[in-house]
């Protein structure tokens, strides 16, 4: 069984940093696609990163974090990173690690099959 377990989370001023992590368990890590996605209050889970293993880890981002977010991932630790940078208000989110073995949309939360429990992140102005 996989499992997933996020943690970094906190509350931070606009224009601050903050960095995610999501441990995993099990033995075939690098085969999986990894995501990050985020739920603000009142709104749907939204994609925010993922790190696509059939075309060699490359990143995808949506629109509102590229250039300040950053995932990496790293197969030999199992683990999965999100570097968060320039913090806006509108970023504050529970967030949430996902993965999926098989070859999907990235940018749809219905394709993945584990997810953690999703870590707070809360940014100030």
């Known amino acids: 069984q996989v499992q997933l377990v996020e943690s970094g989370g906190g509350l931070v001023q606009a224009g601050g940093s903050l960095r995610l992590s999501c441990v995993v368990s099990g033995r075939t890590f690098s085969q999986y696609t990894m995501a990050w996605f985020r739920q603000a209050p009142g709104k749907e889970r939204a994609f925010v990163a993922a790190a696509i293993s059939w075309i060699g880890g490359r990143a995808s981002y949506a629109d509102s974090v590229q250039d300040r977010f950053t995932i990496s991932r790293d197969n030999d630790k199992n683990t999965l990173d999100l570097q968060m940078n320039s913090l806006k208000p509108a970023d504050t989110a529970v967030y949430y690690c996902?993965?999926?073995?098989?070859?999907?949309?990235?940018?749809?939360?219905?394709?993945?099959?584990?997810w953690g429990q999703g870590t707070q992140v809360t940014v100030s102005s």
């Open positions: 996902a993965a999926s073995a098989r070859i999907i949309p990235v940018t749809t939360p219905d394709g993945y099959d584990y």
